[in-house]
Protein backbone atom coordinates (compact mmCIF):
# COMPACT_ATOMS: atom_id res chain seq x y z
CA UNK A 1 0.00 0.00 0.00
CA UNK A 2 1.32 3.50 -0.91
CA UNK A 3 2.52 5.44 1.84
CA UNK A 4 0.17 8.48 2.53
CA UNK A 5 1.81 12.42 2.41
CA UNK A 6 0.60 13.82 5.58
CA UNK A 7 2.15 17.93 4.96
CA UNK A 8 2.64 19.74 8.48
CA UNK A 9 -0.01 22.17 8.13
CA UNK A 10 1.39 25.89 7.62
CA UNK A 11 2.61 28.12 10.74
CA UNK A 12 0.02 30.54 11.92
CA UNK A 13 0.20 33.87 10.41
CA UNK A 14 1.00 35.51 14.16
CA UNK A 15 4.00 32.86 14.18
CA UNK A 16 5.12 34.10 11.07
CA UNK A 17 4.91 37.86 11.69
CA UNK A 18 6.81 37.14 14.70
CA UNK A 19 9.24 35.33 13.57
CA UNK A 20 10.20 38.61 10.95
CA UNK A 21 9.71 40.78 13.39
CA UNK A 22 12.77 38.93 15.91
CA UNK A 23 14.90 38.85 12.36
CA UNK A 24 14.47 42.66 11.95
CA UNK A 25 15.28 43.38 14.94
CA UNK A 26 18.38 41.67 14.62
CA UNK A 27 18.22 37.79 16.21
CA UNK A 28 19.41 35.42 13.37
CA UNK A 29 17.15 33.06 11.88
CA UNK A 30 19.64 29.78 12.50
CA UNK A 31 19.06 30.60 16.08
CA UNK A 32 15.60 31.23 15.74
CA UNK A 33 14.71 28.22 14.35
CA UNK A 34 16.70 26.18 17.02
CA UNK A 35 14.63 27.86 19.68
CA UNK A 36 11.40 27.81 17.99
CA UNK A 37 11.38 24.37 16.62
CA UNK A 38 11.28 25.65 12.85
CA UNK A 39 13.12 24.94 9.80
CA UNK A 40 15.83 28.39 8.44
CA UNK A 41 14.52 28.06 5.42
CA UNK A 42 10.93 28.67 6.49
CA UNK A 43 11.61 32.04 8.32
CA UNK A 44 14.10 33.04 5.24
CA UNK A 45 11.09 32.43 2.79
CA UNK A 46 9.22 34.13 4.75
CA UNK A 47 11.67 37.17 5.01
CA UNK A 48 11.51 37.27 1.07
CA UNK A 49 7.94 37.22 1.03
CA UNK A 50 7.46 40.11 3.75
CA UNK A 51 10.72 42.10 1.64
CA UNK A 52 12.19 42.56 4.88
CA UNK A 53 16.53 41.43 5.01
CA UNK A 54 18.10 39.50 7.05
CA UNK A 55 19.73 42.93 9.22
CA UNK A 56 17.52 45.88 8.14
CA UNK A 57 16.78 47.31 11.57
CA UNK A 58 15.21 50.56 11.28
CA UNK A 59 18.39 53.54 10.22
CA UNK A 60 18.85 56.92 10.15
CA UNK A 61 18.20 56.83 6.63
CA UNK A 62 15.27 54.74 6.68
CA UNK A 63 12.58 57.20 7.41
CA UNK A 64 9.83 55.53 9.43
CA UNK A 65 7.44 56.38 7.33
CA UNK A 66 8.35 53.99 5.19
CA UNK A 67 8.98 51.63 7.21
CA UNK A 68 5.40 48.81 6.81
CA UNK A 69 4.20 48.27 10.36
CA UNK A 70 2.97 44.24 11.51
CA UNK A 71 -0.22 44.67 10.48
CA UNK A 72 0.48 46.18 7.04
CA UNK A 73 2.94 43.87 6.24
CA UNK A 74 0.37 40.96 6.66
CA UNK A 75 -2.18 42.63 4.89
CA UNK A 76 -0.27 43.16 1.85
CA UNK A 77 1.25 39.16 1.78
CA UNK A 78 -2.61 38.11 2.00
CA UNK A 79 -3.66 39.90 -0.49
CA UNK A 80 -0.77 39.09 -2.51
CA UNK A 81 -1.66 35.16 -1.93
CA UNK A 82 -5.42 36.26 -2.84
CA UNK A 83 -4.31 37.93 -5.81
CA UNK A 84 -1.63 34.78 -6.91
CA UNK A 85 -5.08 32.74 -6.25
CA UNK A 86 -7.29 34.92 -8.71
CA UNK A 87 -4.92 34.51 -11.72
Same mark, same amino acid.
Given at each position: ??? *? !??? %??? !??? *?? &?? *????????? &? &?????? %???????? +?? $???? &????????????????? +?? #? $? %????????????? %??? *?? #?
Amino acid at each position: MPR *Q !YNP %KPP !YPA *QF &RQ *QMIELVASG &R &RPSELA %KEFGCHET +SI $LSWM &RAARVTEAAPPTATTPQ +SL #L $L %KAAERQELMELRR %KLR *QA #L
